[in-house]
């Protein structure tokens, strides 16, 4: 038998790490807790029905060069096809590695940095660098060891960047690749950013995107960070966002999931200080083979805090999905209000979903409302909607269309969400027309 | 003139019940009739079945409008054929916005019908002169279909459909219940705007007062399944008069 890619990851130890020799003690920290916390596996609670053994059979590389000039033009048709916008600022990441010549972003007196994850990775007071507990979060213990270039971006107190910035993720066609990917997001007190991020394929393939994304909110801060992934029907995708809100700050989180075999989704959010919220919700569809579970943590530490939670699915034929979402309220966070709902239609016999709502609470004086619903299509309103002469597969799509759409309301700016609604809706129409 | 609707010895059973067994009507065309009858007498489930529910079982007899076979085509081909229902409890639909609901509704009959299908800018001219007519606010169009409405809205967004699909055959299920005098005016004239000698319309009914607006050329009463009685709009007065319990009885003896 032959060792996994992963396993002589793990034997070679921090010989086999790249990036500069500041940055070693860090991703060999990390290697190592991954040592010690192993690979998860459907043993664990929290990957009960996520079964990632596909990945640690196959051989990967987990640090790709950077991309080459057929790869930088395959990267740029794709952006073009899948009309990601060129005119407002944007950051492009080909397999982990910014391509300066495909950004548009120039920070110039923004008051926004763009640095390298490197310099995050090795600056002296790195408290939080490489800190997620491997045992909570082994895939990004592996990306801390691994990740390439990455984006640390930092914007500064007060500063309020207009115009949504556009960081795009390039997974390149080159074979059986497993970019580990970094971005860090660094808000100061009272900043304001819109972060869209496009996650695409510039050809589809077997490969495997790990991506980490670490935000820290300074008080008064507010984000916005709609993920759309449109992966081919043949890449693996990981991901992990963890935020951090002190006082008053406040996130939407959105994560769009329309491509890719087989997603995984978690997100980490602590409400540290009174008066944080964070809205957080997600639409997932899968079918055809395809399996999205998201999995979510809202950590209410603090008195005040409020945080509203919504995911959607809607599956097709073969395809499966997860939802798990835990909220705990800490002993002594009082005044907390917490809503959280997942709804899901299932559109064939052959389709499933796993969904778990969890709520700890450990404090009195608190608001919680959480649900979750699985069902077809509403025969009351296909009847309404025929009896107007609308065609029965009209009026599915329509209403699929509706129940799916109604998440996306939460996109604020009608400049981001119009071009997802049609992404959406395209992809929608493709499930619904599979024989179910 | 001739007959637009025919139904012909109806039987009908939901969840194994028979709720209507042996229904006759003849509508003829450009005529109004009104079906009334007491609670539990079918008279809901003669609506819903002329408009394609699926979980009523139809085990004998035929529906004809003009000579077509009704009961062999599904509710979207039924109302491409010129059959509209109001529904007596017209539901919400969250996330479907009404001007999307009407456009798709509109064009998919037109399309049906051979026409070409009507742009947006046709559409507002065509909605807006019906909405006025039925008292609906403007900002009606972007809201979802019936969400958020009061019961008197939701009744007159139905005859606005049904001024918008201009049907041949009207069927209105208790449009005129829970409505205050008032709202009970303004659907008796969208109602009354589509009487046509090409159109017929079978008001569904509880009470007397919606016929001293909408006047019907027929009055039937449905009781125990099947129509025990049919006159003119006499019918009527004479049953909000004498309530239903004489006729209950002539057909105990019957």
Same mark, same amino acid.
């Given at each position: ?17 790249p ?11 990390a ?9 998860? +596996? ?58 300066p ?24 007071d790195?408290k ?30 007060d ?62 801060? =507010? ?26 700050a ?10 890719g ?5 978690d997100?980490?959010v602590?409400l540290?200080e009174?008066g ?16 999205v ?17 919504a ?22 966070? =009082? ?19 796993? +969904? ?16 979750? +619903?699985?069902g ?26 509706? *129940? ?33 | 003139?001739?007959?637009?609707l ?6 009908v ?59 062999a085509?599904p ?6 054929a010129?059959? *509209? ?5 017209p ?10 609901? &009407? ?17 947006? *800018? ?6 807006k ?19 958020? *409405? ?11 459909q049904?001024l918008l699909?201009a049907?041949? &055959? ?40 919606? &016929? ?11 009781a125990?399944?099947?129509?025990r ?20 009885a002539?057909?105990?003896?019957s």
């Amino acid at each position: 038998m032959t060792a996994t890619t992963l396993e002589r990851a793990l034997a070679a130890g921090r010989d086999s790490l790249p990036g500069s020799p500041a940055s070693r003690p860090s991703r060999a920290a990390a290697l190592a807790e991954l040592g010690t916390a192993g690979l998860p +596996t459907t043993s664990r609670e929290n990957w009960r029905y996520t079964d990632l053994k596909p990945l640690w059979e196959a051989e990967f590389e987990l640090a790709p060069r950077a991309p080459d000039a057929a790869s930088i033009r395959a990267a740029a048709q794709a952006l073009a096809a899948q009309g990601v916008p060129a005119d407002g600022p944007r950051l492009v990441l080909v397999d982990g590695h910014v391509v300066p010549e495909l950004g548009t972003f120039d920070p110039g007196a923004t008051g926004v940095e763009v640095r390298d994850v490197e310099a995050y990775w090795a600056r002296a007071d790195a408290k939080s660098a490489g800190r997620i507990a491997a045992a909570d979060h082994p895939l990004a213990a592996l990306n801390t060891a691994y990740a390439q270039s990455g984006v640390w971006l930092r914007v500064a107190d007060d500063v309020r960047l207009a115009e949504p910035l556009r960081l795009v993720l390039v997974a390149s066609g080159a074979a059986k690749l497993a970019p580990q990917v970094r971005v860090v997001v660094e808000l100061g007190r009272g900043a304001e950013l819109t972060i869209v991020q496009h996650v695409v394929d510039a050809v589809d393939s077997d490969g495997w995107l790990n991506v980490v994304t670490e935000v820290e909110q300074a008080a008064g801060s =507010r984000l916005a960070l709609y993920r759309v992934q449109e992966h081919g029907r043949r890449r693996v995708h990981t991901s992990l966002l963890t935020v951090g809100l002190a006082a008053r700050a406040s996130a939407a989180l959105g994560f769009i999931d329309l491509g890719g075999r087989l997603v995984r989704n978690d997100v980490d959010v602590k409400l540290r200080e009174p008066g944080a919220a964070v809205e957080l919700f997600g639409l997932l569809l899968a079918a055809e083979g395809q399996h999205v579970d998201d999995h979510t943590r809202i950590d209410h530490l603090a008195p005040d805090t409020r945080s509203d939670e919504a995911f959607r699915g809607v599956i097709g034929r073969r395809g499966r999905g997860v939802f798990n979402g835990k909220v705990v309220v800490h002993p002594g966070a =009082r005044g907390i209000d917490a809503r959280q709902s997942n709804d899901n239609l299932l559109l064939s016999d052959q389709a499933e979903i796993d +969904t778990k709502p969890e709520l700890e609470i450990y404090s009195d004086d608190v608001k919680c409302a959480h649900g979750s +619903t699985v069902g077809e299509l509403d025969a009351e309103h296909l009847f309404y909607l025929r009896s107007r002469g609308v065609a029965e597969a009209q009026a599915r799509e329509i209403l699929t269309t509706a *129940f799916a759409t109604a998440v996306l309301e939460r996109i604020a700016p009608p400049g981001v969400r119009a071009p997802i609604a049609v992404k959406v809706a395209t992809r929608l129409r493709a499930i619904s027309e599979l024989p179910q | 003139m001739s007959t637009m609707l025919k139904i012909e010895n109806l039987h009908v059973r939901v969840a194994a019940r028979e709720i209507l067994n042996g229904v006759d009507l003849e509508i003829p065309s450009g005529e109004v009739h009104a079906i009334m009858g007491p609670n539990g007498s079918g008279k809901s489930t003669l609506a819903q079945v002329l408009a394609g529910r699926e979980d009523y079982e139809v085990t004998s007899g035929r529906i004809l409008l003009d000579g077509q076979d009704l009961l062999a085509l599904p509710p979207e081909e039924r109302a491409r054929a010129g059959v *509209f229902l109001a529904f007596q409890y017209p539901i919400e639909i969250p996330g479907v916005n009404n001007a999307y609901l &009407l456009k798709a509704a509109l064009n998919a009959q037109k399309t049906a019908r051979g026409e070409q299908p009507i742009d947006a *800018f046709e559409f507002m001219k065509l909605i807006k002169t019906k909405m006025e007519l039925m008292q609906i606010p403007k900002d009606f169009l972007n809201r979802s279909v019936n969400q958020g *409405f009061s019961g008197g809205e939701k009744k007159r967004n139905e005859v606005l459909q049904m001024l918008l699909l201009a049907p041949r &055959l009207a069927v209105l299920d208790e449009t005129d219940s829970g409505l205050d005098v008032d709202a009970l005016k303004i659907v008796a004239a969208g109602v009354n705007s589509l009487r046509s000698p090409a159109r017929s319309m079978l008001l569904v009914t509880h009470y007397e007062r919606l &016929l001293e607006l909408i006047v019907p050329d027929r009055v039937h009463v449905l009781a125990g399944g099947r129509i025990r009685r049919s006159g003119g709009p006499e019918l009527a007065r004479e049953l909000d008069a004498r309530g239903y319990d004489w006729v209950q009885a002539e057909a105990a003896r019957s």
